[in-house]
Nanobody
């Protein structure tokens, strides 16, 4: 249903973009979110965007560095990550929810995750 892509190895300070392609669901009916899980840590909220794309919300740790966006015509959500830090290293997951939320339990569909590694 959701396919995340774009992860990889990047040096600290550089940028990386993730994409999340949706299929089998009415993409424009869902708010989209990005979460991440670092080794040995719990999954945490990163960013979310409303169905129309008119509103976004970010975790404090990524605010002003990351940008979430979406293209409903392409059934795709994006996460642009700038000024990456080693602590951003994690598996990044995209998810779809019927409500605009920061809580992972409210998300109905999840992508498989894509690994982002930031070297110092």
């Amino acid at each position: 249903q959701l396919q995340a892509s774009g992860g990889g190895l990047v040096q600290a300070g550089n940028s990386l973009g993730l994409a999340c392609a949706a299929s089998g669901l009415t993409f424009s009916s869902y708010a989209m979110g990005w979460f991440r899980q670092a080794p040995g840590k719990e999954r945490e909220f990163v960013a979310t965007i409303t169905r129309s794309g008119g509103n976004t919300y970010y975790a404090d740790s990524v605010k002003d560095r990351f940008t979430i966006s979406r293209d409903n015509a392409k059934n795709t959500a994006y996460l642009q990550m700038n000024r990456l830090k080693p602590e951003d290293t994690a598996v990044y997951y995209c998810a779809a929810a019927l409500v605009y939320s920061v809580l992972s339990k409210t998300y109905d569909y999840w992508g498989q995750g894509t690994l982002v590694t930031v070297s110092s």
